[in-house]
């Protein structure tokens, strides 16, 4: 397919009107990898630290099943919910303490919902505690080779410290199906269903893009959108790594842009291990861009994505219906733009297995195994504040807060400041009646006869604050 140099300019210039004036193109760290030979298709800036906010849950996943594996704790365990874990930031299943969710649907909640108090259930019924999962969580990313990784939260809540790499999480996205392939269909799921709720998954390249099959979202305003990505086309699955778009458009459109040029090249460019690492080192913060400034950001964003015209009409049934026998043109970006596919959920339910009567896993000493009931409290609260060792996971995070979200929680803010003052000033205004000692018919009529000027235009901001405010009781995303 071929454009004019004047269909050119107009869709540049459309561009530019949507994502803000383009400014010098600023590269986020990306790779795209051979699953079965590990080679390296493409790289930019893939040994950059960065925060991997909820990408950090697949880390979360290796260290539970290698735990199964190793006979430590079983998908039929139940894992008990602890006040320190019911204390997360959004998002969250919201369970109480003492709920009790079996591994296996706690991790179909922890990859579809991205559930922050259900990692912390996982790492305390696994290890005992957060710190000592986290522990194993940096064993098990040295042993894979992840040398840019350092890991204190199972949950990818803001913390500082916690940084990783595009390559790292390419190594450990691939050791998840190869070391685990009975377990590939945890990273594949569309949706789930706990009674009547329906959670889609974050992941917009499921149902999208041809042969999506898998892998993890993640979003904090200083990590800005991350997505590792799987796709399988003719026996050959690739994981792409994007890290640090500004929106989650832009991040579908540039994973898929990248797994297109993957899948038709199909030249390796280098290996894992031949990639230059220094260690990790401080993330950048992207919270400016990502979440205050985004216009500027998306356009230099933009300009990373290849604007290319490629077939994606098998493995779409969305498009083949469309298109009936031929096949549909689609680049990157329209792939991104496409309706919610509908997926076929997968149930999951608070509580026991029917006629489990094991163990119960739960917050307890550090190392000590699984069905050993200490007391609860010693093991299971937030550290102090004081601690320095202590993870912040708990704070509220803005961070975890979807931007409309914020953008409504403020308007409502605006509004109740708003609403006292009215109300201390006409406080204030039957004071003063009541020192000047007037008849109270008469100010009251006075007060009726000029308050409606003044009030109109206060009431009328009122009203679509008090919707705005109702609005922000919506859930975070990631």
Request: proline share 8%.
């Amino acid at each position: 397919m071929t454009f004019s140099k004047s269909t050119l300019v107009a869709a540049t210039t459309v561009l530019l009107i949507v994502f803000g004036a383009a400014a010098p193109a600023r590269a986020t760290p990306s790779i795209v990898v051979d699953v079965a030979s590990g080679a390296v298709l493409s790289h930019d800036q893939a040994t950059a630290s960065w925060y991997p906010a909820s990408v950090t849950k697949l880390m979360t996943a290796y260290v539970a099943l290698e735990a199964v594996r190793q006979g430590r704790i079983s998908l039929d365990t139940p894992v008990m919910m602890s006040p320190r874990a019911c204390g997360m930031a959004p998002s969250k299943m919201g369970f109480r303490p003492g709920s009790e969710v079996t591994l296996h649907n706690a991790l179909v909640m922890l990859m579809v919902k991205s559930a922050n108090d259900i990692a912390v259930a996982i790492a305390e019924g696994v290890s005992g505690s957060v710190e000592a999962f986290a522990d194993e969580m940096n064993r098990a990313s040295a042993s894979l080779g992840m040398t840019q990784s350092v890991w204190y939260n199972p949950n990818g809540l803001p913390d500082e410290r916690q940084v990783t790499s595009a390559r790292d999480l390419a190594i450990l996205g691939r050791a998840l199906y190869l070391q685990f392939p009975e377990h590939a269909n945890l990273f594949n799921i569309g949706a789930m269903q706990l009674g009547k709720q329906i959670i889609p998954t974050h992941n917009h390249l499921l149902g999208r893009y041809a042969g999506a099959d898998g892998m993890k979202t993640g979003f904090t305003c200083s990590a800005g959108f991350n997505l590792v990505a799987s796709a399988t086309r003719g026996g050959r699955r690739l994981i792409a790594v994007v890290l640090g778009a500004p929106n989650p458009i832009l991040r579908t459109a540039k994973t898929a842009a990248l797994l297109d040029r993957g899948f038709q090249s199909g030249a390796a460019v280098a290996s894992l291990a031949s990639l230059p690492s220094s260690g990790p080192t401080a993330a950048p913060d992207l919270r400016e861009s990502v979440c205050h400034h985004r216009g500027p950001a998306a356009a230099e964003f933009m300009a990373e994505i290849e604007d290319a015209s490629v077939p994606v009409g098998s493995g779409v049934p969305l498009l083949d219906t469309l298109g009936g026998a031929q096949q549909q043109q689609m680049n990157a970006k329209e792939i991104a733009h496409l309706p919610r596919p509908r997926f076929e959920p997968v149930s999951v339910y608070v509580g026991r297995a029917p006629g489990y009567a094991g163990p119960v896993a739960r917050a307890r000493a550090p190392g000590a195994p699984v069905g050993e009931q200490p007391d609860l409290a010693a093991y299971a609260a937030q550290p102090e504040a004081g601690d320095a060792s202590a993870s912040p996971i708990s704070k509220p995070a803005p961070d975890a807060i979807s931007l409309r979200r914020a953008k409504h929680a403020k308007a409502a803010k605006a509004a109740r400041a708003a609403k006292a003052a009215k109300a201390a000033k006409a406080d204030a205004a039957k004071v003063d009646d009541v020192v000047a000692d007037e008849p109270a018919a008469k100010p009251k009529a006075a007060r009726s006869a000029t308050k409606p000027k003044a009030a109109a235009p206060h009431a009328a901001a009122q009203k679509p604050a008090g919707s705005k405010a109702h609005s922000a009781a919506e859930p975070g995303k990631s």
